[in-house]
Structure formats: structure tokens, C-alpha cells
T-cell receptor, first 114, second 110 residues
Framework: EADIYQTPRYLVIGTGKKITLECSQTMGHDKMYWYQQDPGMELHLIHYSYGVNSTEKGDLSSESTVSRIRTEHFPLTLESARPSHTSQYLC?????????????FGEGSRLTVL | SQQGEEDPQALSIQEGENATMNCSYKTSINNLQWYRQNSGRGLVHLILIRSNEREKHSGRLRVTLDTSKKSSSLLITASRAADTASYFCATDEGFQKLVFGTGTRLLVSP
């Protein structure tokens, strides 16, 4: 079992609300990632981080923002949720190595915006 | 980077049969990884094969990599109902991140 946790698992909110999806890992991993998974299963990288105070945008443009103030914590925030943000959000982490090794995933946060 | 493609999109077999899934990608890679996802859950790492390796085994899993064709295959032998899941390949293209394929849904019937 991976020591990476996401909360909430499920969230249903109205349009315009601000939400934060939490992700924490206890493995001391430097690298952390947020993926968005659509109903067709494809995973798209939306944000990643190499370590504290490092954040990068991923391959898929997203209106969400992230922060990395502590090694173990990588929250994702949507300032004003819209129905188009409805999706499954997956957080992952990995060891800091020259190449990208195994990713450890959380169980996901399924967001529905009405 | 561009998403890899997996083939088939869906596969339905009987318990005891072998399941083969294929993955194609577009750029040079450092390694290729396979992941499994049960419905509604996160992904779990299965196996990693480096670009200088051609074949790798782990239990009932066999992975091959052909860098000249930019393709990989995952073979699950003697499948079980518990193998029912979605399977994804992911490539490390050297940018400190993985690019995932489109996934194959595997259904193993008892």
C-alpha cells in the first residue's frame, strides 16, 4: 500500500465555489504530480513539483493552482469551480532520481460541479 | 509530448486465458512502465522496463519493449477474475514526468 492520501474522495459542489483537493504523502518523496482523468480514462498531467517551492504546469492547461510549502503536502485549488472541472483528480509522488521511476498514486478525488 | 496509444481499447477473456495488451509511443524514452487501475481507484505500478532492456518478467506478467518500433506489450498469463481492471502504459521521455497511454480495459470472466 502506498502512503499517499487524497481528500476528499468525493465532492459535489455548485458552480462558482472555491475548492481545495488535499494530497499528502509520508514517503519523503521530492516529486509530486496531479493528473486529471476524464471518463474516457485518459490521464493528463496538469501540475507537478520537484520539491518545496517548486511548481510546474503540466501538459494539459488547467485553471487550477497548486502549492508546495512542505515536502509532504501538495494541494490543488480551484478558485471558482465550473461544470467543465468535473473529473477525477489523481495525485502521485515519486523518488527524486535522474529518470522518472515508479509513481505512487493516491485513491483519487472525484469532483462533480453542478 | 504526445499521449501513447494502447491497443486494444477493451479486451474480454475467460479465466485461464492469456491477455495481451500493446502500447505504442512516439518519442525516445528512458523507460516504459505499466500500471493497473481498478474501477474508481488510483493507479498501481506493475513493472518498469528500461530502454536498454527487451523483456522483463514479474510473476504472471511479461513485458517486452521494442525501441525500434516504439512499442511495448504486456502479457498476463493464466488470467484470473481479479485481473479485471484497466491497464496503462507510461513513458519517461526525460522530462521528469510520465506520459500515460490511453489504457486498455480488461474483463476476465469466471
Amino acid at each position: 500500500e502506498a502512503d499517499i492520501y487524497q481528500t476528499p474522495r468525493y465532492l459535489v459542489i455548485g458552480t462558482g465555489k472555491k475548492i481545495t483537493l488535499e494530497c499528502s504523502q509520508t514517503m519523503g518523496h521530492d516529486k509530486m504530480y496531479w493528473y486529471q482523468q476524464d471518463p474516457g480514462m485518459e490521464l493528463h498531467l496538469i501540475h507537478y513539483s520537484y520539491g518545496v517551492n517548486s511548481t510546474e504546469k503540466g501538459d494539459l492547461s488547467s485553471e487550477s493552482t497548486v502549492s508546495r510549502i512542505r515536502t509532504e503536502h501538495f494541494p490543488l485549488t480551484l478558485e471558482s469551480a465550473r461544470p467543465s472541472h468535473t473529473s477525477q483528480y489523481l495525485c502521485a509522488s515519486s523518488h527524486r532520481t535522474a529518470n522518472t521511476g515508479e509513481l505512487f498514486f493516491g485513491e483519487g478525488s472525484r469532483l462533480t460541479v453542478l | 509530448s504526445q499521449q501513447g496509444e494502447e491497443d486494444p481499447q477493451a479486451l474480454s477473456i475467460q479465466e485461464g486465458e492469456n491477455a495481451t495488451m500493446n502500447c505504442s509511443y512516439k518519442t525516445s524514452i528512458n523507460n516504459l512502465q505499466w500500471y493497473r487501475q481498478n474501477s474508481g481507484r488510483g493507479l498501481v505500478h506493475l513493472i518498469l522496463i528500461r530502454s536498454n532492456e527487451r523483456e522483463k518478467h514479474s510473476g504472471r506478467l511479461r513485458v517486452t519493449l521494442d525501441t525500434s518500433k516504439k512499442s511495448s506489450s504486456l502479457l498476463i498469463t493464466a488470467s484470473r477474475a481479479a485481473d479485471t481492471a484497466s491497464y496503462f502504459c507510461a513513458t519517461d521521455e526525460g522530462f521528469q514526468k510520465l506520459v500515460f497511454g490511453t489504457g486498455t480495459r480488461l474483463l476476465v470472466s469466471p
